[in-house]
């Protein structure tokens, strides 16, 4: 009986092609699936924008009012700096997330007679008025639905600094789905021959709409 052949091992290295090939593959799973649920979000939010007109919700207004307690009253009564602008005293601000249901955070306008402390917001708008003679605190908050709400999203509109940053990362993370497709798109182009016909209709058709259509 003759012993089995011992197998030997691959030492042929693998080609540039090859390892280019990998890492396009790898950057281009990574980066659609980190941009894939901001994708779908963009891409929804896109056609609710482009037919805001027809999927317009009703805004809803909550209007809720108290009066500050002698203690903080004091704490805005004082006539220091009027036509100022700086943020709550963290007592009236925590006292007004209480009470009143709105954030007592950001800048707030002072003013001889009022503090006035707007408070925009995706999808709505609010704002907290308090009268720095008689402590009473007039709020208002309005919502207009979560489509509105997804749409400021998309714009980015009073949505902070930390979406502001998902924004540009989302971006990033585009950029690099799209352009590691483009470069697979032409390493596969050889076996693939509609690849750049369709790759050339797809900057003609909105560059010919835009040209005819847009003045």
Same mark, same amino acid.
């Given at each position: 009986?003759?012993?089995?052949?011992?197998?030997?091992?691959?030492?042929?290295?693998?080609?540039?092609?090859?390892?280019?090939?990998?890492?396009?593959?790898?950057?281009?799973?990574?980066?659609?699936?980190?941009?894939?649920?901001? &994708? &779908?979000?963009?891409?929804?939010?896109?056609?609710? !924008?482009?037919?805001?007109?027809?999927?317009?919700?009703?805004?809803?207004? $909550?209007?809720?009012?108290?009066? !500050?307690?002698?203690?903080?009253?004091?704490?805005?009564?004082?006539?220091?700096?009027?036509?100022?602008? =700086?943020?709550?005293?963290?007592?009236?601000?925590?006292?007004?997330?209480?009470?009143?249901?709105?954030?007592?955070?950001?800048?707030?306008?002072?003013?001889?007679?009022? $503090?006035? &402390?707007?408070?925009?917001?995706?999808?709505?708008?609010?704002? $907290?008025?308090?009268?720095?003679?008689?402590?009473?605190?007039?709020?208002?908050?309005?919502?207009?639905?979560?489509?509105?709400? !997804?749409?400021?999203?998309?714009?980015? =509109?009073?949505?902070?600094?930390?979406?502001?940053?998902?924004?540009?990362?989302?971006?990033?993370?585009?950029?690099?789905?799209?352009?590691?497709?483009? &470069?697979?798109?032409?390493?596969?182009?050889?076996?693939?021959?509609?690849?750049?016909?369709?790759?050339?209709?797809? !900057?003609?058709?909105?560059? $010919?709409?835009?040209?005819?259509?847009?003045?």
């Amino acid at each position: 009986m003759h012993a089995p052949a011992r197998t030997q091992p691959n030492n042929r290295k693998k080609s540039p092609k090859a390892f280019w090939l990998k890492q396009l593959h790898t950057w281009h799973w990574v980066s659609s699936a980190i941009s894939l649920i901001g &994708l &779908l979000l963009f891409a929804f939010t896109g056609i609710t !924008l482009n037919h805001a007109a027809d999927v317009e919700g009703s805004p809803q207004t $909550v209007t809720r009012s108290a009066t !500050l307690p002698p203690a903080l009253l004091k704490q805005v009564a004082a006539d220091e700096a009027p036509d100022a602008k =700086r943020p709550l005293p963290a007592p009236i601000a925590r006292w007004v997330e209480q009470e009143i249901g709105q954030s007592g955070a950001g800048e707030a306008e002072w003013s001889a007679d009022e $503090v006035y &402390l707007a408070l925009p917001r995706p999808g709505g708008d609010g704002w $907290v008025s308090i009268d720095r003679h008689s402590g009473e605190v007039t709020s208002e908050a309005t919502s207009r639905g979560w489509i509105s709400y !997804l749409n400021d999203l998309h714009k980015g =509109r009073n949505a902070g600094n930390i979406w502001k940053w998902f924004i540009d990362i989302f971006a990033v993370a585009c950029f690099l789905f799209a352009l590691t497709g483009l &470069l697979l798109l032409w390493l596969h182009a050889k076996k693939r021959p509609t690849t750049w016909p369709l790759v050339a209709a797809g !900057l003609a058709i909105p560059a $010919v709409l835009a040209i005819i259509f847009i003045h």
